[in-house]
Nanobody, 129 residues
Framework: QVQLVESGGGLVQAGGSLRLSCAAS????????MGWFRQAPGKEREFVAAISAASGVITLLADSVKGRFTISRDNAKNTVYLQMNSLKPEDTAVYYC?????????????????????WGQGTQVTVSS
């Protein structure tokens, strides 16, 4: 089992940047495919980004964030990051990270919430116009 703790959220003006971090417990972090999702008030949770297990050579971004967000991982620190640039008011949401144990040789990226087994508590991102 893994526990996930997000951090790095906050209030930023449109056009600004934030870097979210998701720290995972345990010693097998490299086995986990990781993802970021977000949920705005009154809206359903939506996929933002995903990265494959092991070295994270495969990433996937939602169309709405391509060219602005990047996802990366540091297995030595048991952490996955979401770098968010050129933020827009519509990026305002609670951001959640999620994890799925796929083994170190897995090449999959997962974009559906139901595919993940573990979730963090979320971190609020607010972008003012």
């Amino acid at each position: 089992q893994v526990q996930l703790v997000e951090s790095g959220g906050g209030l930023v003006q449109a056009g600004g940047s934030l870097r979210l971090s998701c720290a995972a417990s345990g010693r097998t972090f490299s086995r986990y495919a990781m993802g970021w999702f977000r949920q705005a008030p009154g809206k359903e949770r939506e996929f933002v980004a995903a990265i494959s297990a092991a070295s994270g050579v495969i990433t996937l971004l939602a169309d709405s964030v391509k060219g602005r967000f990047t996802i990366s991982r540091d297995n030595a620190k048991n952490t996955v990051y979401l770098q968010m640039n050129s933020l827009k008011p519509e990026d305002t949401a609670v951001y959640y990270c999620a994890a799925k144990d796929l083994g170190v040789n897995a090449w999959s990226v997962l974009r559906a919430g139901f595919q993940y087994d573990y979730w963090g508590q979320g971190t609020q991102v607010t972008v003012s116009s």
